[in-house]
């Protein structure tokens, strides 16, 4: 949990709990689930994103509030809120949607999903004929990857692996008399080895069936312990502390201490045990016993765990109930240029990620991987794609003799592994590679390529909210800006200056940075905007970001509230501000939009009495984004990319389909016309290109 030190004196300020704030988050993800108008299939994605999110929630919050607990007391005391009392609302609240989580499941996913002839079937719904099928699937595609380990007196210790499903196996009834009455076993279900979670079962007519990987272990548990006749088996899953103890100080290897941690992540103290509310007492007990697990770390969760995997649900082939295709879109003018770099000259370029084509950053990098006429590439990979075409141009281009240099921030949690691979890569084909500052996290995502024109050295910019990543550009919204523009990509060219010297003394004309200028830049624009309601001017902010953390910034937004600034706030997750408070916030809207694509563009827009000042940014506005990484905000000054960013606000402004407001109820709007700002996106997108030419890139 991050503790604010930056204000020494204790406060009043009215804040939402960030942790509570987190699961309200996910609940709106829940509703996805419930929401029947969405697909079938995708309400089934919906489940999983919960569960997944549930997951590193526990592995990284809990497991921080859990080690805030273990403080003395003098130093808890010390804390702007009181890690057990946060610890047990977070509790409570995760019990209540779970259980509804367990409703939405059963009631309402299970019952589509039969009204559409899919059945899921346990191990005891199985006719003969299935039964049959079952038992020789299990032999040869499942039973070779199970390896039973009984819990006996002699064994000392059974680890339980992170964000695994294991079933407990009580036995009964053995069939010698010198085996033990009962017995218990432990078995790992091999998701992994087997490929999915689900097994297919033969289609007969219109009926598909489909079973858990687990159900069908258990129809088969016969076959793993022939010694017994009865069995009961229960599912178990341990999620582990996922923070990373890295001592961030210069000296030493950051890699070898990433790879170190990396290591330990899987051994990492318990956050939680989900265990099935019907499993005995004696088997829990044993389970606790020969994994060092305590009481504590219980939690119920239901007869299944790892919901995440149902993104590998079948689909059954079935079309209809997922979203109606959404082929990407070209960009009206850049797929009309022949090169990328030889189009920035002439003008700006904002990309609108997934509804535009994400392959035009690829060709950028690529032309310039190639370009003779360009000296340099510089990049900051925060999340790649594994097989990552972006660190693939910059390896050519290094081996191409460029000077290349790429900032890997080997802190990105849960895709460490990736960026050392793709920083290996690099520094054997010679790049200048920088993994990331020992004090600061790197959240940038920023691209800077020199090109010797005429014997005048000419750089050319990408920044963007997203990462260089093609698998993810799928599904997050985002915008990226493709520029020359002299004073930007001097900018741009400073960021990179910064990772080389870390000199705190760079001076910007048009990017904000944090640590340096972004922070006060923000406060100098509010207290303008405060400046202006004041005098009796129109004065309003629209602030776009995924979370809304830190203290200083929402004081400063209740101050501007207070002095009659109208405020919309579009937050997508945490919202620690607390809205409509009479006397302090009634003049700030807060809203989020939970959709088909995860909204993660931050966008800051200020009035500025009629000239307004539009940013784009990496960065939310949370206590580590201002102070603790590095960041950019980039302003758009196109006139016609300021309309074009404007529109998309627009709609989100004007959701009424996806939209919620503070407490997760869904937003009525005064205007009859329904708009569902993602697809009015997309709408709008497609009718800026030209008739005749193709609406989806290759």
């Not at 009181?82 to 509790?91: I, L």
């Not at 693939?392 to 050392?420: H, M, P, Q, W, Y």
């Not at 407490?663 to 009525?668: F, G, K, L, R």
Request: aromatic share 10%.
């Amino acid at each position: 949990m991050e503790i604010n030190t930056e204000d020494k004196k204790p406060t009043t300020t009215p804040l939402i709990n960030r942790e509570l704030s987190w699961l309200a988050f996910n609940y709106r993800v829940l509703q996805e689930a419930k929401d029947r108008t969405v697909p079938l299939l995708e309400r089934v994605k919906f489940m999983a994103i919960f569960s997944a999110n549930l997951d590193e929630y526990f592995k990284v919050r809990v497991a921080t509030l859990k080690r805030l607990i273990k403080l003395k007391k003098k130093t808890r005391d010390k804390l702007s809120e009181d890690p057990v009392d946060t610890f047990d609302q977070v509790m409570q609240e995760v019990k209540r949607q779970q259980e509804e989580f367990g409703e939405v499941f059963r009631e309402g996913i299970l019952a589509d999903l039969r009204q559409h002839h899919i059945n899921l079937l346990t191990e005891n719904d199985l006719n003969k004929t299935q039964q049959k099928w079952v038992r020789e699937y299990f032999t040869e595609h499942i039973q070779p990857h199970i390896l039973p380990l009984l819990l006996d007196d002699t064994e000392t210790h059974f680890f339980l692996k992170d964000q695994t499903v294991y079933l407990g196996v009580h036995l009964f009834d053995p069939k010698k008399e010198d085996l033990k009455p009962e017995r218990f076993s432990m078995l790992e279900i091999p998701t992994k080895k087997h490929g999915s979670r689900f097994v297919k079962l033969p289609t007969v007519g219109k009926q598909r069936y489909v079973m858990f990987l687990d159900d069908v272990i258990r129809f088969c548990l016969p076959a793993l312990y022939p010694n017994y006749t009865r069995f009961e088996a229960h599912a178990v899953k341990v999620s582990r502390d996922a923070e990373l103890d890295i001592e961030e100080e210069v000296s030493g290897s950051l890699m070898a201490k990433i790879q170190k941690s990396l290591k330990k992540r899987e051994t990492g103290y318990p956050a939680r045990l989900l265990y099935d509310p019907v499993t005995p007492k004696p088997m829990l007990e044993a389970i606790m016993a020969h994994t060092g697990i305590s009481e504590d770390e219980l939690v119920e969760g239901s007869k299944y765990h790892n919901f995440r995997d149902f993104f590998q649900f079948p689909d059954f082939n079935l079309p209809d109930l997922k979203y109606t295709p959404q082929p990407t879109l070209v960009h009206p003018l850049l797929e009309q240029e022949e090169s990328l770099i030889e189009a920035m000259k002439k003008r700006d370029y904002l990309v609108h990620y997934p509804y535009q084509s994400f392959g035009y950053v690829l060709r950028l990098f690529d032309e310039a991987a190639k370009d003779p006429k360009v000296t340099a590439m510089s990049a900051t990979l925060y999340r790649v794609a594994d097989n990552s075409a972006i660190a693939k141009s910059l390896v050519k281009a290094a081996k191409n003799g460029k000077l290349v240099t790429v900032v890997v921030e080997l802190k990105a949690r849960f895709d460490e592994e990736s960026n050392i691979f793709w920083a290996g890569k690099l520094q054997k084909a010679g790049a200048n590679v920088i993994l990331g500052l020992p004090d600061l996290k790197v959240h940038t995502k920023l691209g800077l390529i020199t090109r010797n024109e005429d014997g005048k050295l000419v750089n050319y910019a990408y920044l963007s909210t997203g990462n260089y990543n093609e698998d993810t550009s799928k599904i997050y919204a985002d915008h990226a800006l493709f520029t020359s523009h002299k004073e930007i990509t001097q900018d741009v060219e400073q960021v990179f200056n910064f990772f080389i010297d870390r000199q705190h003394d760079k001076k910007f004309k048009k990017l904000l940075m944090a640590p340096i200028n972004m922070r006060d830049r923000f406060v100098e624009m509010i207290n303008r905007e405060i400046k202006n309601a004041r005098k009796g001017k129109p004065a309003s902010m629209i602030l776009k970001m995924n979370a809304l953390q830190d203290e200083r910034m929402i004081r400063k937004l209740y101050a501007a509230s207070q002095a009659g600034v109208k405020i919309d706030l579009l937050v997508r997750g945490i919202c620690c501000l607390v809205p409509g408070v009479e006397g302090l916030s009634e003049n700030i809207q807060v809203r989020s939009i939970v959709d088909r694509y995860l909204e993660h563009a931050r966008v800051y827009i200020f009035h500025n009495n009629g000239k307004e000042e539009y940013y784009v940014a990496s960065a939310d506005w949370m206590v580590r984004n201002l102070s603790r990484r590095v960041e950019v905000a980039f302003p758009i000054l196109q006139k016609d990319l300021i309309q074009e960013l404007r529109t998309i606000i627009d709609y989100q402004l004007a959701d009424d389909t996806k939209a919620r407001d503070i407490d997760n109820s869904y937003v009525e709007q005064v205007s009859p016309t329904h708009i569902r700002s993602q697809y009015a996106t997309y709408e709008y997108l497609r009718s800026l290109i030209p008739a005749g030419m193709e609406s989806a890139s290759k």
